[in-house]
């Protein structure tokens, strides 16, 4: 088909579903896919109040609104510099594309989210972090410039001194500064596709702090954590910290994945079964192993394997609430928190403890300093009321929610946990940004 | 192994592309007319798959050209897809002879033209592959896209003929059937979710194809079947739905 009629056919509009992978909520909006900056400056012109939708791996309502720019088309390869790792892509390219590409060249990404399957663009608009933040800091840091359209068209290309005000905003601004188009990547040479894995036993939620202590020189750390278990065993963990091995081939193995074929009714989570769960995953974990070799997808993207396994949550769908403490009220903050969860017996059995390194400028990023508590809840009816009472807490202790998982916080608690949302709010609309882009969650908490 | 793709920023054509290029290691010439977009493909691919991969300007319906844009290729291809088609307008095409043209000299006459210069070197060389994609839509007639559906009739036809040309020579040749595709021809149409293919599942199909040196294919397959059952409906009662 020539390409001249195809650019017409393809300036749709056309009415979709539209979810997140909370699948909370169900929303339908029109869709505008481009494949050329041309395409897309002309839906811009066209049309105001847009969103970037990438792969729809962000929890909540960051990339719902009722007209979202589909990214996906926009997925070339550019440019890869082999002696430096530098691939510079289009925001449309998963990391997915990234690793089957450059692993077996012996690259790999710097800093990784715990799923794949994120484009590049959603990757810095969320400038999301991995196991190894403490060291290494979010994905921005490993972009070295991207190239953003504003909203009148103009390509500007962004990094740590060109356009920085724009770079700082972007990079974690979840799409509300314009459109990312391209982007300059530093990979890390690796010389294996596995990870030399220790894997402890933490008894409680003390004992945890303390091994992520002991291991902070480890590059990779995380932590799952029983949100469930009570008194002497409250916050019992499994830490799993790594190193990239120097053997082991450099290919990945073939792993089969599954899927979860259809939507789980939602009474099979409940506190027994998730309580079961956490039991048997805890008795699983040896108390002490050193050094295993781990497949790097085993170890960064263990729910990668399984397709769709949000369905798990049933129709309804799920949040992930995600907070991160100041260092210094961290083991107070969580203490108090985990005895609000396994009080209100409404926890599941994806928890997650990390200690995250030093803050970035970008304002908006989510990581600071301290420790951070992710895990999941079904959408069930008390659940909101609940969080707002976490989110008192975490605002009482200095800490933030982090905006790529969050579809409910008040306007008031992220003014508070983001203290440079005034700098960001200004810089919308010196661009006129606030003309052009914003999510449901950019209109519900006021940015 | 040379892969020559024509139509190559079609979906169909750019799916297929990264497909022969990861699992044969082929070197690719991608052909179109949109120039911009062609060299970003190429370069993706390129760097992807660490092969070859060349855009060429090509336009289907400058007939004259063909020739010289054949010989102009350094090295010949092996394999020839061609992906290039449009779907048109039904409505417009009824009304106005010269986007009917259109639907014909694109989808028809178009392929006819560079396919027979290819033929020729094939031929001649007593080696190659070409793969055509047609339509079910060619099968038979409806009301609301004959004139799309008589341009891939008839070339469903001429492919079956050059495989009987060619079949003595070492040359083969593959019909390609699909059914509902989910692409930028196809955009903004209500298509039933259940019965359309991605781009990437017609790819393998078609290099499922070429491995098995099939004549005919359907794809997804299931559109034989149903393809089986519309065309059995007798003419009488055909002519009275509205399909």
Redesign the interface.
């Known amino acids: 088909?020539?390409?001249?009629?195809?650019v017409n056919?393809?300036a749709?509009g056309?009415k979709m579903n539209i979810e997140s992978w909370g699948r909370y909520p169900k929303t339908t909006g029109e869709g505008y896919?481009f494949?050329?900056v041309k395409t897309l400056a002309a839906h811009l012109e066209k049309n105001n109040m847009f969103i970037p939708y990438g792969m729809g791996r962000s929890y909540g309502d960051s990339a719902l609104n009722e007209k979202v720019i589909l990214t996906r088309r926009y997925?070339?390869?550019?440019?890869?510099d082999p002696e430096q790792g530098i691939v510079i892509c289009e925001s449309g390219v998963t990391l997915d594309?990234l690793i089957r590409?450059f692993l077996k060249k012996g690259w790999f990404l710097s800093v990784t989210p715990g799923t794949k399957f994120v484009t590049v663009g959603g990757a810095i608009a969320s400038d999301v972090h991995g196991k190894n933040h403490h060291k290494a800091g979010c994905f921005s840091n490993s972009v070295l410039w991207f190239d953003l359209m504003l909203p009148d068209g103009r390509i500007v290309r962004c990094d740590r001194e060109k356009n920085r005000d724009l770079f700082l905003a972007t990079a974690g601004g979840m799409g509300l500064t314009g459109i990312i188009l391209t982007a300059a990547i530093k990979l890390k040479p690796v010389k294996s596709a596995y990870i030399r894995e220790t894997v402890v036993r933490c008894n409680n939620l003390k004992d945890a702090f303390e091994k992520f202590e002991i291991h902070e020189d480890a590059t990779y750390s995380v932590a799952w954590i029983d949100c469930l278990s009570k008194g002497k065993a409250k916050g019992r963990s499994v830490l799993m910290a790594g190193e990239n091995a120097s053997t082991g081939a450099i290919d990945l193995p073939r792993k089969r994945t599954v899927s979860i074929p259809l939507d789980l009714p939602s009474f099979c989570l409940n506190s027994f079964s998730v309580k079961c769960f956490n039991h048997l995953y805890y008795m699983k974990s040896p108390q002490y192993t050193e050094n295993r070799l781990t497949p790097l997808d085993t170890f960064f993207y263990p729910l990668d394997a399984i397709g769709h396994w949000n369905r798990i949550y049933g129709k309804k769908g799920f949040t992930q609430y995600q907070m991160v403490l100041p260092k210094a009220s961290s083991f107070e903050g969580l203490d108090l928190i985990l005895d609000k969860i396994s009080s209100a017996g409404m926890g599941s059995f994806l928890a997650v403890l990390k200690l995250f390194g030093p803050q970035n400028d970008n304002y908006l990023s989510f990581p600071m300093e301290g420790y951070t508590l992710a895990l999941d809840f079904k959408i069930q009816s008390r659940l909101f009321a609940f969080l707002d009472h976490l989110d008192d807490i975490v605002t009482d202790y200095g800490g933030r929610i982090y905006l790529t998982k969050d579809v409910r916080m008040s306007p008031d608690t992220f003014k508070k946990g983001y203290p440079a949302w005034d700098t960001f709010s200004a810089l919308r609309q010196h661009y006129g940004m606030n003309q052009k882009f914003q999510s449901l969650q950019s209109k519900r908490i006021g940015v | 192994m040379n892969l020559l793709i024509l139509?190559a920023?079609?979906d169909v054509g750019y799916a297929t592309a990264r497909l022969f290029a990861e699992r044969e290691r082929a070197n690719v010439y991608l052909a179109?007319?949109?120039m911009?977009?062609l060299e970003?493909?190429a370069?993706?691919i390129a760097?992807?798959h660490q092969i070859k991969a060349t855009p060429l300007f090509f336009d289907?319906t400058d007939y004259d050209t063909h020739q010289l844009f054949y010989t102009n290729l350094e090295i010949k291809p092996d394999i020839v897809v061609l992906?290039?088609?449009?779907?048109g307008n039904q409505e417009d095409a009824q009304k106005n002879v010269s986007h009917a043209r259109e639907v014909i000299d694109?989808n028809f006459t178009g392929a006819l033209s560079i396919l027979e210069v290819i033929a020729e070197d094939f031929e001649k060389r007593g080696h190659g592959v070409i793969i055509g994609i047609s339509s079910v839509a060619g099968l038979r007639g409806r009301q609301s896209n004959y004139i799309y559906g008589a341009a891939k009739g008839a070339l469903s036809t001429y492919l079956s003929g050059l495989r009987n040309r060619l079949a003595k020579r070492g040359v083969h040749v593959v019909t390609v059937l699909p059914g509902f595709i989910n692409?930028?021809?196809t955009?903004?149409m209500d298509l039933p979710e259940k019965l359309t293919a991605t781009p990437d599942q017609v790819a393998l199909d078609i290099h499922k194809a070429f491995q098995k040196k099939k004549n005919i294919i359907y794809t997804r397959w299931f559109w034989k079947w149903i393809m089986l059952i519309i065309r059995g409906i007798p003419e009488t009662i055909f002519k009275r739905l509205s399909l």
Do not use: P, V, Y
């Open positions: 088909m020539d390409h001249a009629r195809a056919i393809l749709d056309e896919s494949e050329t997925d070339k390869l550019i440019q890869f594309e590409i | 139509g920023n079609s179109s007319r949109n911009d977009l970003k493909k370069t993706d760097i992807r289907a992906c290039f088609g449009i779907l694109t692409t930028k021809m955009d903004g």
